[in-house]
């Protein structure tokens, strides 16, 4: 057997005498990640002496370069051993040619062509994909007039503000493959992606003496004008994604400044003369806020026997404020109004308490016993469902008796209507 270890022969051959043969390659498609070793192997038989097999790569760019023949084999690569081609022409008249790479790169990828020379109509072709990890993520923010600053690692944190809009971007980028990551974003455990705009860019940079290098980025941009309450001190995570190696993150902490937000856990209360009653809702600030009780549409509350103000403290930027009213008399009975307020703006919530009798029934809040047929209106949809609910629930009574109970509630309900 006949071996030589081509590095860079000059040695020029002629063509063979016209003999027909195949050439194949061990493999027809190649997946590798990025810094593995790599064999391929390509067999062309009926080979002569002075046969040339040639190897070449077209890239994701449409560029072809030579990458060896059994003549010549350039010096495509920065480090003359990161790629050794191996010729071997056998007794039987075929050749192989082996391709040992050592570290694989991204700009490796493409598809490698094994030719005999004179008759690239007969080559044959192998798919080699590399598979390159994500180079860097990072968080930027960007302001509407498209000035774009990064996040420093050293900061770990974005402060949105109500009512000043700003883009919040995460880019990702993979150095030596034009193949973009798959990114996500969350907020703590929330995946909140849909809320981004996905863009993709890719470069290529040629080189005569050598391969192209090839660079991609995915950006996913969000301009926030109503920054969510619910952020204020989550953790926001942009995670990138290359198949077959770990995940690349970026953390930031999220500050968000925003007007108070109040939620009430009741618009009506009820309560009778004497009574004492809690009006309580809850205030979203996470930059402080003054809390202010009004009634009657204006007039503001102060501390007295009869009126105490509570707060608690719920989670940061959030508490529980409480209106305590104590030995209730008529004039008590009114539309309460809890305002909040703060550098970024002002909310506030409107509550009713309505009178009851000694009895326990619901008289109308701003009207005193007077009513209004509109409330007494529904009502009657209370009395209908009373009159269903008695046939239904026992539909073993005599029919007599039954319509005699629908009779009574007819009537209970005419005199209801007919009251001042």
């Not at 449409?62 to 790629?83: C, H, V, W, Y």
């Not at 080559?123 to 994909?129: D, I, P």
């Not at 001190?233 to 007007?259: I, M, N, S, W, Y």
């Amino acid at each position: 057997m006949y071996s030589v270890l081509l590095i860079a022969s000059t040695a020029v051959f002629c063509c063979n005498d016209g003999a027909l043969g195949i050439v194949h390659w061990d493999r027809q498609d190649v997946r590798v990640l990025q810094g593995d070793d790599l064999m391929l192997t390509c067999t062309a038989t009926d080979m002569g002496f002075l046969d040339v097999v040639r190897i070449s790569r077209k890239d994701a760019s449409g560029s072809e370069m030579t990458l060896a023949d059994n003549r010549n084999i350039k010096p495509q690569f920065s480090s003359s051993t990161r790629l050794k081609v191996h010729y071997t022409l056998h007794h039987n008249g075929s050749a192989t040619s082996v391709l040992q790479y050592t570290g694989v790169r991204g700009e490796d990828a493409g598809i490698v062509r094994c030719y005999r020379l004179g008759d690239e109509s007969r080559s044959e072709s192998v798919n080699l994909t590399v598979l390159v990890p994500v180079e860097s993520v990072r968080f930027s923010t960007m302001s509407m007039d498209g000035i774009e600053q990064a996040v420093e690692e050293e900061e770990r944190e974005i402060i949105l503000v109500d009512g000043v809009p700003l883009g919040l971007a995460c880019t990702a980028e993979v150095n030596g493959s034009l193949d973009s990551p798959a990114v996500t974003v969350s907020v703590d455990t929330e995946d909140v992606s849909h809320l981004f705009v996905s863009t993709e860019q890719s470069r290529i940079i040629r080189s005569d003496e050598g391969p192209s290098y090839f660079f991609s980025e995915k950006k996913l941009r969000y301009d926030i004008h109503k920054p969510d309450p619910e952020w204020n001190d989550a953790e926001l995570t942009c995670t990138a994604r290359q198949t077959g190696f770990p995940d690349v993150t970026a953390k930031v902490t999220l500050r968000v400044q925003h007007r108070p937000l109040i939620v009430c856990l009741k618009a009506d209360e009820y309560a009778k003369v004497g009574d004492s009653v809690t009006l309580t809702c809850q205030v979203l600030s996470n930059s402080g806020s003054t809390i202010v009780w009004t009634r009657n549409s204006g007039e503001r509350l102060t501390e007295d026997s009869s009126t105490l103000f509570t707060e608690k403290v719920i989670k940061a930027g959030a508490r529980q404020v409480s209106l305590n009213l104590f030995a209730l008399n008529e004039s008590h009975f009114t539309t309460y109004t809890i305002t909040a307020i703060n550098d970024h703006g002002q909310d506030e919530y409107d509550i009713r308490l309505h009178q009851l009798t000694p009895s326990g029934v619901r008289e109308d809040a701003l009207g005193g016993n007077k009513g209004n047929r509109q409330n007494k209106q529904k009502d009657a949809k209370y009395f209908i469902a009373q009159s269903e609910a008695i046939q239904n629930r026992d539909p073993g009574r005599s029919q007599g008796s039954t319509l005699s109970s629908i009779a009574m509630w007819i009537i209970s309900f005419a005199c209801f209507l007919s009251s001042p």
